[in-house]
């Protein structure tokens, strides 16, 4: 029988911990039992095998990026707000390694609640962008460019991929400010580079 007071919120929470700590890769049901003290099979009784578990941990771990850069964007404006959450992003990213993982996939086309947390997410980032003015095509361009910039960087990071002898905080403070740097000028030069195509 499965240990008093297992639910599938216990069951999730348990599963964050162990993916941050070994790696969402290394993430299996068998752990996951051991670590709660119960048989696997009782783990059907709260989450829908493996890929119930993945998708459990995703809309969790969207959900909770969301709420940490919305609170670091909180007062924040334009050049602020994109800093703000640059380092609240990275830090969490390091801090939550497995969760991170987790919120990378996108969610299922007939999924509401997981498409809501991807959405929430990337209301943040058009949030922060309002600031700059950018409307339509340029605001999609730029919350791309934001997202890919940060998870870039980020991903190599946690992987161990940068090997050059460079303090890499310095290096993504230096990206972070040219992100800065290219939002506020990000319209002008669209228009300014289809002037010249045409």
């Known amino acids: 029988m499965p240990r008093a007071g ?3 919120t216990r069951v ?12 969402l890769s290394q993430l299996t049901l068998a752990a996951l039992a051991a670590r709660l003290g119960v ?12 890929d119930g578990l993945q998708r459990g941990l995703a809309v969790r771990a969207k ?4 709420n ?7 007062g924040r404006e334009r050049g602020d707000a994109i800093t703000a ?17 987790a919120a990378q996939p996108a969610p299922a086309p007939d999924d509401a609640e997981a498409i809501a947390a ?11 962008l309002a600031g700059y003015r950018l409307r339509d095509d340029d605001a999609i361009d730029a919350t791309r460019a934001l997202r890919s910039a940060l998870h870039g960087f980020v991903t190599l990071e946690l992987a161990g991929g940068f090997g050059l002898p460079v303090d890499i905080d ?13 939002l506020s000028s990000w319209t002008d030069e669209q228009a300014t580079t289809s002037s010249h195509d045409g």
């Open 85 to 101: 959450i640059g380092h609240a992003y990275r830090e969490w990213a390091h801090e939550h390694p497995g969760r991170y993982a």
């Open 68 to 74: 940490i850069l919305a609170r670091a964007a909180i």
């Open 118 to 128: 991807s959405q929430a997410v990337v209301s943040v980032t058009t949030a922060v």
């Open 12 to 23: 999730l929470e348990e599963a964050e911990r162990l993916a941050d700590e070994v790696g």
């Open 63 to 66: 959900n909770e990026l969301a």
């Open 39 to 50: 048989r696997q099979p009782s783990l059907y009784k709260h989450i829908d095998g493996m």
């Open 170 to 182: 310095r290096s993504y403070e230096r990206l972070v400010s040219g992100l800065v740097t290219a």
């Open 6 to 8: 297992l639910t599938q």
